[in-house]
């Protein structure tokens, strides 16, 4: 398979899946980018177009604590801190975005780590 034809599946993945999940104020987006090594997170409102939390593993407060670790726990860290982030600026419950990837690996291992920090979905 070419590149070029990997690239527009997936780029249709996430046409597909941006047409049903909205974050609106009540309830933001969860989207979750992630690159071969790095992992992107940010909650979404979709409706004002404002971005309310976002993190990275490229953020330099959190070089320190991921020295040394897996992508996967790397990924399940930087899930809790945008739940974290996410509690302090008033927001409960969000929409999971996974843009376009399937559920398993680090898109599940920040699922699982923004659940522990307490956010909903």
């Known amino acids: 398979m070419k590149l070029k034809d ?4 997936k780029r249709r993945r996430i ?21 071969l090594r ?9 409706t004002a177009g404002v971005t309310i939390a976002s993190i990275s593993s490229l953020s330099p ?3 320190d604590q991921l020295r040394g670790k897996t992508k ?13 982030l996410a509690k302090t600026k008033g927001v409960e419950k969000v929409v999971f975005d996974r843009h376009g ?6 898109v ?5 780590g923004a659940r ?5 979905f």
């Open 6 to 9: 990997k690239q527009e599946k």
């Open 15 to 35: 046409t597909r899946t941006r047409k049903t999940v909205v974050g609106t104020p009540d309830r933001p987006r969860l989207a979750v980018c992630k690159s």
């Open 38 to 46: 790095h992992i992107y997170t940010q909650v979404i409102d979709d």
């Open 61 to 63: 407060e959190l070089k």
């Open 72 to 84: 996967t726990e790397i990924a399940e860290l930087i899930g809790q801190k945008i739940g974290e």
């Open 101 to 106: 990837s399937i559920f398993i690996g680090r």
């Open 108 to 112: 599940k291992a920040v699922a699982q």
């Open 116 to 120: 522990k920090a307490g956010l909903e």
